[in-house]
């Protein structure tokens, strides 16, 4: 027997603007066999990957994303047939937070973030999350209280961000370009001047860093080069 456990599906944290797109290309083409990324062929890759999971976490499809009634009967009703539909979908995917000891109608803010949380829902995607909950509440006509918003996500001040990778690169980088006092006066061997032994010095190119990482590289080992034609 296999000792691989499934990752929980988490909560839709797609645009709902892509949710209703979906609903509405449906309506025009028909609910297929399967909800599978040929059906989502104009959405990127990664958004494809989200929107067949948040499918599933909704009931929208089972396991195998093969479309269930409720989906059928989002895509073959409108105005006040919908909106029921949609409420029933809502309450019955979301009872985590509707069902367990929350009221929704005076719930704080916390209290919402902490009911994701417990979904495994971390870091900037419980933003997403409850940005999603709140608009297909919205369109479900349930009521939700004014103090549950999408928390503000933090963003890293520029620089302070920087990988352990591209701290190295730039220590290691600079260096090498950097002579110390002392250090690289001319070598009496010419086939070992000042320049080759920088050069030796360079941290090597690694094809998994970031681009960012990268561009980095390629601009200190052009300073390099420089100082060795100035040389």
């Not at 829902?121 to 918003?149: P, W």
């Not at 090498?176 to 061997?189: D, S």
Request: with cysteine; proline share 6%.
């Amino acid at each position: 027997m296999s000792s691989k456990t499934e990752k929980p599906v988490l909560p839709p944290y797609i645009s709902f603007v892509t949710f209703n797109n979906l609903i509405s290309a449906l309506r025009e083409t028909g609910v297929p066999h399967q909800i599978d990324k040929s059906v989502l062929r104009t959405m990127s890759g990664a958004v494809q990957s989200a929107t067949i999971a948040s499918l599933k976490f909704l009931g929208l499809i089972d396991t195998n994303s093969i479309p269930t009634k409720n989906l059928k009967q989002l895509v073959e009703t409108d105005g006040e047939n919908y909106t029921l539909a949609l409420k029933n979908v809502l309450e019955e995917s979301y009872a985590f937070l509707l069902k367990n000891g929350v009221n929704i109608e005076n719930a704080t803010g916390t209290q919402v973030e902490n009911k994701f949380k417990e979904q495994g829902v971390t870091g900037s995607t419980i933003t997403k999350c409850i940005s999603f909950f709140l608009s297909m509440a919205k369109e479900a006509g349930i009521k939700v209280s004014s103090h549950v918003r999408p928390p503000v996500t933090k963003r890293t001040p520029k620089g302070e961000g920087a990988s352990t990778a591209k701290k190295v690169l730039r220590a290691k980088t600079r260096d090498a370009i950097t002579p110390k006092p002392g250090e690289l006066t001319p070598a009496p061997n010419p086939q070992t001047n000042w320049y080759e032994q920088l050069l030796e010095k360079f941290p090597a190119f690694d094809p998994s860093w970031d681009n960012e990482t990268k561009k980095a590289w390629f601009d200190a080992f052009n300073d390099l080069m420089k100082k060795g034609a100035q040389s």
